[in-house]
């Protein structure tokens, strides 16, 4: 399932995709589109912001966070392709997004749920929210909990959401002062990952956010955590003789 950037859906649930709808249900399709879970299964696809720009509005894929970052919008098209061609205009991008991360995990070896079904796509995009409301790779533990309070989240839910970094890849201008810049990194991990990320250059090249077991999903992440093996700040804050300490070890 090529470029898998689950993290962005998971996390930032302010992003374009996740919108809202008066009643969810297991079988919102069942009869409009019986057969959408097998095709979306059989597909694949990213959870990534989907809007193109227009000229009405700057989509969000230029934000400053998201630009170079997320991946696999092919994928996405094929699948809403294949879903298209079975039943014209009836399932929403939002739903594809929520049934794919779920079949991603399942995939790569972790649980499976129940998604229920029946959101509405938005129509719009706003690149302004996108720039103020992501956050970085550098926040601190009190920017977190801020954010995801906003949202509605509780800081157990905030580090349970983070642990969407089991998988996936980042860039190196994303972790990089964290890499050649901070103590509490583990040194022998630290030194295999600066083979590929240079203290200069090779901004783009790639690392998995889970070093240990980059294609699976499992807790790996917060082991990670545990012995100081975090590629981001804002990993690594998550373990770091803060209030999340203990969230991480259960």
């Known amino acids: 399932m090529a470029n898998i950037s689950l993290v962005f859906l998971i996390i930032f649930p302010f992003l374009l995709i996740l919108s809202s709808a008066q009643s969810l249900s297991t079988n919102f399709y069942s009869s409009s589109c019986p057969n959408v879970l097998s095709i979306i299964k059989t597909a694949g696809c ?20 998201n630009s170079g970052s997320i991946r696999g919008f092919d994928v996405i ?24 991360a ?28 996108a720039n103020n409301n992501l956050l970085g790779p550098t926040s601190n533990l009190s ?32 972790f ?37 077991s980059p294609t699976s999903f499992d807790n790996a992440y917060y082991k990670n955590m545990q012995i100081q093996k975090g590629l981001f700040h804002s990993d690594q804050v998550l373990f770091n003789g803060g209030s999340t300490d203990s969230i991480v070890n259960t």
């Open 46 to 65: 990213d959870a990534s912001v989907l809007l193109d720009d227009t000229s009405n509005f700057t989509g969000e894929k230029t934000a400053a966070l």
């Open 77 to 100: 098209d094929t699948i809403k392709t294949q879903v298209e061609s079975s039943c014209a205009g009836i399932v929403s991008c939002a739903d594809i997004l929520a049934v794919a």
């Open 102 to 129: 779920r079949d991603s995990v399942v995939k790569l070896g972790g649980p499976s749920w129940t998604v229920l079904l029946g959101r509405r796509d938005s129509t719009t995009a706003n690149l302004s929210a």
């Open 143 to 174: 920017a977190l909990i801020s954010s995801f309070s906003n949202k509605g989240l509780t800081t157990r839910e905030m580090v349970a959401l983070s642990g969407s970094h089991t998988i996936g890849q980042t860039r190196c201008t994303s």
């Open 176 to 212: 990089r002062t964290r890499l050649y810049s901070e103590a509490n990194i583990n040194a022998s991990s630290a030194t295999t990952v600066k083979a590929n990320c240079p203290q200069s250059g090779g901004d783009n090249n790639l690392s998995p956010l889970d070093i240990t």
